[in-house]
């Protein structure tokens, strides 16, 4: 589950570099979801409390008028629908409902929408825990190490045109 929303966070990043997309309240939500990957069991709470009172995370409220005006506008509605697959990747999952095929289905999502406007995805072979199946699909926490690793895949954005 680490490797998915990593994942997911990684197209969303490359999708707001591609196409020159920068708010501060999309750099604390890409933080927040890369910070999923180093989670134990006893910081989950916390982490779900700092994901929620972000304000972008359209968890019943509206996006903020100054996100939505700094933001090219034929952009908006993809942006916002990529960044809720990309929240729906692990949420499926927070509260023991282990909905592993949601998930894929949220990350396919992902994957489609980086597809339509043009923006490469990662590959995923860089991502690989093997002991995921054996923590409730979530896989271990990542070392310092690891999630460098795994936050330097968000570079490449080849430009298509």
């Not at 509260?95 to 923006?119: E, T």
Request: aromatic share 6%; charged share 20%; net charge negative.
């Amino acid at each position: 589950m680490r490797a998915r929303q990593c994942i997911a966070a990684t197209c969303l990043q490359r999708f707001c570099r591609r196409h020159a997309i920068h708010h501060p309240a999309l750099c604390l939500f890409m933080d927040q979801r890369c910070k999923v990957a180093q989670l134990g069991r006893d910081d989950f709470a916390a982490w779900e409390q700092g994901i929620a009172s972000l304000p972008i995370t359209r968890m019943g409220d509206p996006w903020p008028e100054d996100v939505c005006q700094a933001n090219p506008r034929q952009l908006l509605a993809p942006l916002m629908a990529l960044l809720q697959h990309v929240l729906e990747t692990s949420a499926c999952t927070w509260y023991d409902d282990d909905d592993l095929p949601a998930s894929r289905r949220q990350l396919d999502a992902v994957l489609r929408l980086c597809g339509q406007q043009d923006v490469a995805v990662p590959a995923f072979d860089g991502y690989r825990q093997h002991d995921a199946p054996l923590r409730d699909s979530w896989g271990p926490p990542l070392k310092a190490d690891e999630l460098s690793a795994w936050q330097a895949r968000i570079s490449p954005v080849p430009a298509h045109h």
